[in-house]
């Protein structure tokens, strides 16, 4: 039996449907469950190895994006989100809910504190909210979501995804090799924090970050909105670039990698304890 998902859905979150459709592409099952039902039932998550908390606008982020829904779940459910990352499990945030688990204090969690809330993700610095095609690469990292990776093109689309901390933290990011993505340019240069390469002026043209273990990452590009290559902003170019040269047009995209690297953790997982 593969790994097991668990997309959670409710109040402004509504990026589930496609987000489990990415796992079950790349041979993972799950189910999307309303955060009311986890709270009803918490003990679930231990059927469960992958958790993801997927984008949307949980709660109009009228208290800011992720908070209300970040104090919903750690009110009701700490206890069980705490057992569920210090299990072996992979656990993705993605947009909201990358804001959401960095509200939780899933990440950066150094020295295993989690619940300490040691980032902020505030609102971009141009105030305008923001949906376009970025590029990313890869950073130096341990995560086992992003093996194999060394960049990608993907959407992102939101008000608030820039990261914001002090500079200690910052250094003890890189010091743990725990930054995840950095926004570039076209060309895989450094953005700068220069718009539109950093939407959202990220201190460091940070994307995404991890915990200390690397199972838990949150980003604020959407992989789920760039799994097909018929998705893609470029894509009449990359259909003429493959009809000139006499190749087939590549159905799967970028974004599939990360939840592909779910499905082949699971995989080796499970062969060492066969």
Known sequence: MSAQVIVLSGYGLNCEEETLFAFRHVGLDGDIV??????????????????????????????????????????????NLKAFVERDTLTLGICNGCQILTNLGLVPAFDKAYGKRDIAVTYNKSARYQCRWIDLKVAENNSPWLSGIESMHIPVAHGEGRFMMEDTTLAKLKANKQIAFHY???????????????????????????????????????????????????????????????????????????????????????????
């Not at 231990?46 to 829904?69: H, M, R």
């Not at 592909?260 to 499970?270: G, P």
């Open 34 to 79: 309303h955060i009311n039902d986890v709270i009803d039932s918490p003990k679930m998550l231990e059927a469960y190895q992958v958790l993801c908390v997927p984008g949307g606008f949980s709660y109009g982020d009228d208290t800011g994006s992720g908070n209300a829904f970040a104090q919903k779940m750690k009110l009701a459910l700490w206890d």
């Open 184 to 274: 570039v340019t076209p060309e895989g240069q450094p953005a700068n924090e220069e718009f539109p390469y950093n939407p959202n002026g990220s201190v460091g043209d940070i994307a995404a970050i991890t915990d200390e273990s690397g199972k838990v990452l949150v980003m604020m590009p959407h992989p789920e909105r760039g799994m097909f290559t018929w998705q893609r902003d470029d894509y009449m170019e990359v259909k003429d670039a493959a009809q000139r040269g006499g190749q087939e047009v590549p159905e799967e995209s970028d974004g599939l990698a990360i939840f592909k690297n779910a499905a082949i953790y699971f995989e080796s997982t499970l062969k060492k304890s066969a």
